[in-house]
């Protein structure tokens, strides 16, 4: 039972353009989300966090955007840059039930940023 | 502050054998967590150690256990290896508040990636 779900496998956009990166998840507790950066031979590396109290966070060229109701987040990255080819992980936590120490991640995007 | 060390980084080991992973976190975390990742089923929560207690398993077998000490840094261990225990084995560190809303931002090491032959 996969409860975050990455249902597109690889994404391709131009430098410069927008990159949207969307994540489902089926578990009602989950209430904390995050999207990691992972390159190959390295651990993901954290990129931007949720609350499940907002709707949306920016921090430089990454923006989140949550809908609860819908049980979806996105990641947008404006503009995107080749740096930005990695694989990207969507994670969720339950906070309120004691066990935020615990990620469970979907499979994983590829994306791939052309010059 | 330094980040989250693993070692060793590659490991070849045999059927059968056992396996050591060592994991230091980052400075002043004391939950270290381990998880697994393969092609076929991504990044798999194994479990998560704080203050030297593990607090919570994922769904693997026993003989994939783990310890911390009381620096905080954690060792995990497999034994009796299998061919579908190769992956790459990742630990993350964090310092996680309580709470509804409370941030766990896990910051994780390069991995230890561990080859059954």
């Known amino acids: 039972d996969q409860q975050v779900k990455q249902n597109s496998p690889s994404l391709s956009v131009q430098e410069g353009r927008i990159s949207i990166l969307n994540c489902d998840y089926t578990?009602?507790?989950?209430?904390?989300f995050l999207w990691y950066k992972k390159y190959p031979a390295e651990g993901p590396t954290f990129l931007i966090s949720?609350?499940?109290?907002?709707d949306k966070n920016e921090d430089g060229r990454f923006t989140v955007f949550l809908n609860k109701s819908a049980k979806h987040l996105s990641l947008h990255i404006v503009p995107s840059q080749p740096g930005d080819s990695a694989v990207y992980f969507c994670?969720?936590?339950?906070?309120?039930?004691?066990?935020?120490?615990?990620?469970?991640f979907g499979k994983g995007t590829l994306l791939t940023v052309n010059p | 502050k330094a980040g989250v060390t693993q070692t060793p980084r590659y490991l070849i080991k045999t059927r059968g054998q056992q396996v050591t992973l060592s994991c230091s976190p980052i400075?002043?975390?004391?939950?270290v967590s381990w998880y697994q990742q393969t092609p076929g089923q991504g990044l798999q929560f194994l479990f998560e150690?704080?203050?030297?207690?593990?607090?919570n398993k994922g769904n693997f077998p026993g003989r994939f256990s783990g310890r911390q000490f009381s620096n905080s840094r954690s060792e995990m261990n497999v034994s009796t290896l299998e061919l579908g225990d190769s992956a790459l084995y990742l630990c993350?560190?964090?310092?996680?508040?309580?709470?509804?809303?409370?941030?766990?931002?896990?910051?994780f090491g390069a991995g230890t990636r561990l080859s059954v032959l």
């Open positions: 993350a560190s964090s310092s996680p508040s309580l709470g509804q809303g409370a941030k766990n931002i896990q910051y």
């Open positions: 578990n009602s507790m989950f209430d904390y």
């Open positions: 949720i609350s499940s109290i907002k």
């Open positions: 994670a969720a936590s339950e906070t309120s039930g004691g066990s935020n120490y615990k990620l469970t």
């Open positions: 400075s002043g975390h004391r939950s």
């Open positions: 150690y704080f203050s030297e207690t593990q607090r």
